[in-house]
């Protein structure tokens, strides 16, 4: 067994798995609002709150799907089909091998809907082998949930293990020069987490880039190539800035959504584990969420030499000024913010432990109401 699969814990229990899935409900349905809050408090702008919101609710529905697969784990269901593997040390989220069964699964799902009888036949032999045989109908409970988790993949909208770059227009600043907000997504397969990029760029390109059948998809390879947790900011911006002469990054962010911290499912080690511990949260509000924005900022432009005659604007980022972080972040700015119901927040709040004054905190009410401190 080697150290990763260490990490990895499955959940075998019917009444842990479905649990795990209830809590992740919540919890996403409140990332939702830290994004509203965030665009309210003028930390990110409308078109970027939209962009965020579309990945959050993308990530609520593939625990949706993941909650079908695995409704009747623990039971006797005549089939092996495993249970969801976690990782339990690093994220509280499922692994990313979870993203991409599920991706293959979605390839083959409209062959799987066609071989099995639909919602309403099932539904009707369940009801005939309770009352007329008098017995639980695990095996046909068990072939509805599949079903619904085939179903649910073929619908979409969700977040898998890549979710490639799309490009938003959002205006011109001149005849030659437009601009764009590029958005793209990964599961990071190191930490088994969520990120989510964005960038701002200008293009002074003869076509416009999404129209351009040469340089577009170039630059969704390039982008998706990058999008690795452990390559800094300033070294995928650099990277594309001088790849591409006619495209100028102007800001790059990247936001990772998680770790997940919970007293019943994660064995995180550290302050967050005694706040949990401390606030004895009744089940359902035994967890928090963190949540890093990393954020890089293009500061000036300088020509450089091109062939003989020509020249290229290149990006000159800003760098975190204080005591030479930034050239450790390889970022202008990092933020760093947690997600937690309240009890757990008032126990962070008396145990106060060190290098929690500057995160900001959202709270969630018990009516459901996400605050801001």
Same mark, same amino acid.
């Given at each position: 067994m080697n150290d990763t699969t260490k990490d990895h814990t499955a959940l075998m229990e019917t009444r842990a798995s479905r649990r795990y899935f209830q809590k992740f409900e919540r919890i996403t349905e409140h990332?939702? *609002?830290?994004?509203? +809050?965030? &665009? &309210?408090?003028?930390?990110?702008?409308?078109?970027?709150?939209?962009?965020? $919101?579309? !990945?959050?609710?993308?990530?609520? !529905?593939?625990?949706k799907a993941l909650s079908m697969k695995y409704l009747l784990v623990g039971r006797e269901t005549g089939h092996f089909f495993g249970s969801l593997a976690m990782d339990a040390v690093e994220s509280g989220f499922p692994v990313f091998n979870e993203l991409l069964v599920m991706a293959n699964d979605a390839q083959q799902a409209e062959s799987h809907l066609r071989n099995m009888p639909d919602s309403e036949t099932l539904k009707d032999e369940m009801l005939r082998t309770i009352i007329g045989d008098q017995a639980i109908p695990t095996k046909l409970q068990f072939?509805?949930? *599949?079903?619904? /988790? /085939?179903?649910?993949?073929?619908?979409? =909208?969700?977040f898998w293990a890549q979710n490639h770059p799309e490009a938003q227009w959002m205006g011109n600043l001149s005849e030659?020069?437009?601009? !764009?907000?590029?958005?793209? &997504?990964?599961y990071d397969s190191q930490v088994n987490l969520p990120t989510i990029y964005l960038m701002d760029i200008e293009d002074t390109g003869r076509r416009g880039l999404p129209n351009d059948e040469r340089r577009w998809p170039e630059v969704q390879a390039h982008l998706m190539a990058q999008a690795v947790g452990g390559l800094k900011l300033l070294t995928i911006a650099k990277g594309f800035d001088e790849s591409f002469d006619d495209l100028h990054p102007k800001r790059l962010r990247r936001i990772h959504v998680g770790p997940m911290y919970s007293s019943a499912y994660t064995r995180q080690s550290g302050p967050i584990r005694e706040v949990l511990e401390a606030a004895r949260a009744p089940e359902?509000? =035994?967890?928090?969420? +963190?949540?890093? $924005?990393? =954020?890089?900022?293009?500061?000036?432009?300088? =020509?450089?030499?091109s062939g003989w005659f020509g020249k290229v604007e290149r990006q000159v980022f800003a760098l975190d000024p204080f005591a030479g972080r930034?050239?450790?972040?390889?970022? $202008?700015?990092?933020?760093?913010?947690?997600?937690?119901? *309240?009890?757990?927040? *008032? +126990?962070?709040?008396?145990?106060n432990p060190p290098g929690f004054g500057s995160v900001t905190k959202y709270v969630v009410s018990p009516q459901g109401r996400v605050l801001s401190y």
């Open positions: 990332l939702t *609002q830290v994004a509203a +809050a965030r &665009a &309210a408090e003028g930390l990110i702008g409308e078109e970027e709150v939209k962009v965020l $919101t579309r !990945y959050l609710v993308a990530i609520g !529905y593939t625990f072939a509805l949930s *599949q079903r619904l /988790y /085939y179903e649910e993949l073929l619908r979409g =909208d969700l030659r020069r437009r601009k !764009y907000l590029l958005h793209w &997504a990964v359902g509000e =035994d967890w928090a969420l +963190a949540w890093t $924005t990393e =954020d890089l900022v293009s500061e000036r432009v300088t =020509d450089e030499k930034g050239g450790d972040t390889g970022a $202008t700015s990092m933020e760093r913010s947690i997600i937690l119901p *309240q009890r757990p927040f *008032q +126990a962070l709040e008396e145990l």
